[in-house]
Each structure stands twice: as structure tokens, then as C-alpha cells.
């Protein structure tokens, strides 16, 4: 598939800069209303940028819903969602409590959900769980155009740690198969996830992953990235 040159990201809209502490307060305030990223956000548009990636952050549900409602001025927008982000449950937990969590971001009927989830545990059935947690992020994005779907670094890089590369294999299955989109992979060890990558199957996998000549976030390297 064909993907854009320049991608829209999401840091500045939740205070996030790995630069500068004090940037990372001021975006905080500027765009603590909703209304201030759908502003940047159709701007980026009438530049010509259509397509935004981000995080599963709880704000980007609203920003689903105004595009819901405002289909004939997204239509050609499309997010590339990334999942999970881990402060988004924990957050809900302390609010709302275990079952508040799980009832608001589970998605069907919570029961049947949960015997899913149970016997998966159960049995050690970590596809279903899996399957379970993708649909989880994914009900926010209802409607919208989701070409590739990403998993966050902080997963992918653990799935490397461990050796668990027939998880990639499952997720990209998964994706294809339930939503139509094209697997996409955040990490901070491209050349490591491209070989596992290869070994159970995946060819030319669509890696986000960081290139700067200081080497920030970049295992083995410049040299080996650039190769």
C-alpha cells in the first residue's frame, strides 16, 4: 500500500516533547480543550496532510466523534491508530475500578467478552486475549478510515525481548483479517524486529522506528539502521 511522506503525530496535542520540559507544559495548556486539536488538525488538512497517527489516548475518542459527525470534511482523512496506551487503563482503574474499566473499554456484551477472556486465560489461549484487547482500542475508531494499525513500541519491544514472534504472526493475521488494514510496528530495535519479522513469515512490514544521527532510541546503532 501506498503511504503518505508526512504523517501527522499526536505528542504535542498531550504534553509530550522529548526535547524540552517547558515546550511540553506550554502544548499541554494550548491544547487542553478538544476544539484547539481539531483546529491543527484541519489545518494539517487544508495543507494537504491526510493522515494522523496516534496513540488510543481517551481524547481521541472525541476527535473520532467530531469526524463521525462531520463525515463529508474527513472523508478522505485517515488515522493510523497506535495501541496500547498502558495510562489509559491504569488511570481508568483508579476512577472507575477493575469491572468500570473493563466495561467501559470492552467492547460487545461484557459477560460473554469476559468468558472469552477467561477460558483464553485458562487454557493460555493469548490469541484470544489479544484478539480481545485489539478490539478494546479499536471500538473509538468506528467508522473512520484505519489503513494500518500499529502496535506501540513498549509491546513490541517486548515481544522481541521474549522471543514470542509467533505473536506478530497472529497480529498480523488478525488486523488483516478483522479490520482490513495493513499491521504496522513501533520500536526502538528495527533491525532485530525486521529479522523476527521474516522468521515467522512477514515480508515487508511496515516499521515506524527512529533515524537521527545522535542514535536517540535507535539499538545497535546508526551504521546498522542505515543498512
Do not use: W
Not at 478490539?135 to 522481541?160: C, H, R, S, Y
Amino acid at each position: 500500500m501506498k503511504i503518505d511522506k508526512s504523517l501527522f503525530g499526536d505528542n504535542q496535542f498531550f504534553g509530550v516533547n522529548h526535547a524540552s520540559d517547558e515546550k511540553s507544559r506550554a502544548q499541554a495548556v494550548r491544547f487542553k480543550d478538544d476544539t484547539a486539536i481539531i483546529h491543527v488538525l484541519d489545518q494539517a488538512i487544508d495543507q494537504g496532510i491526510n493522515t494522523f497517527m496516534c496513540t488510543t489516548h481517551d481524547r481521541i475518542a472525541n476527535i473520532c466523534n467530531h469526524m463521525r459527525a462531520n463525515p463529508s470534511r474527513y472523508k478522505n482523512f485517515n488515522i493510523y491508530p497506535c495501541m496500547p496506551y498502558a495510562h489509559k487503563y491504569a488511570n481508568a482503574v483508579t476512577e472507575l475500578g477493575i469491572m468500570g474499566a473493563i466495561k467501559q473499554y470492552v467492547p460487545g456484551n461484557i459477560f460473554s467478552t469476559f468468558a472469552k477472556g477467561g477460558v483464553a486465560f485458562l487454557q493460555k489461549d493469548f490469541k484470544k486475549l489479544m484478539q480481545i484487547l485489539i478490539d478494546a482500542e479499536m471500538k473509538m475508531f468506528q467508522g473512520i478510515n484505519t489503513p494500518v494499525i500499529f502496535i506501540q513500541n513498549v509491546l513490541v519491544d517486548m515481544i522481541l525481548g521474549l522471543k514470542m514472534y509467533d505473536v506478530f504472526k497472529e497480529y498480523d493475521s488478525y488486523i488483516r483479517e478483522k479490520y482490513h488494514a495493513e499491521p504496522g510496528y513501533i520500536t526502538m530495535n528495527m533491525p532485530a524486529l525486521l529479522d523476527a519479522l521474516e522468521k515467522v513469515g512477514i515480508s515487508n512490514p511496515i516499521i515506524c522506528f527512529s533515524m537521527n544521527k545522535i542514535g536517540f532510541r535507535m539499538a545497535g546503532g546508526l551504521e546498522i539502521n542505515e543498512k
